[in-house]
């Protein structure tokens, strides 16, 4: 019996790799990270793809790497929080199952970046104020992710194992 997929959207720091992972050991079910495929397959990070051949380098690998994600049946799916700009992407995403966009205030996504930002983590916000990086971001992707999300999840203020809970209790209702 083929199980749909179930892809986690939002912008960084609102919980989609830890969040998704939590959620699909709940589950049962697989785990795919789109960054993780893109840089085991480049065999670099996504700060050094984004620093060797910017942003349109890394979204060009991430059409491919979200495509291969998709095909893992009953998975999920955990996309970069750019994903959702690329209209195929968002095509693909919606054929394959529901589309579930984690949401957190910038404020709080900051706070949560705060270690892998110190770190060089996170290439969007290097040299920036995250905050407002963060609340343009949104600003900017806020349309993408209304039209692709089948349900919104809000995480402000939620442990990764309550987000987990409450995405799997998600999946198992509508799914």
Known sequence: MTRSVVTVIGLMGAGKSKVGRAAAALLDRAFVDTDALIARDVGMTVTEIFARGGEPAFRARERDAVAAALAHDGAIVSVGGGAVLDHTNVERMRAAGPVVWLYADPTTLAARLRN????????????????????QLLAQRRPAYEAAASAVLRTDGLAVDQSARLLAEWIRRNT
């Not at 892998?116 to 609340?135: C, F, I, K, N, Y």
């Open 116 to 135: 892998s930002m110190l770190r060089g983590d996170r290439p969007l916000l290097v040299d920036t104020e995250p905050v407002a990086v963060l609340t």
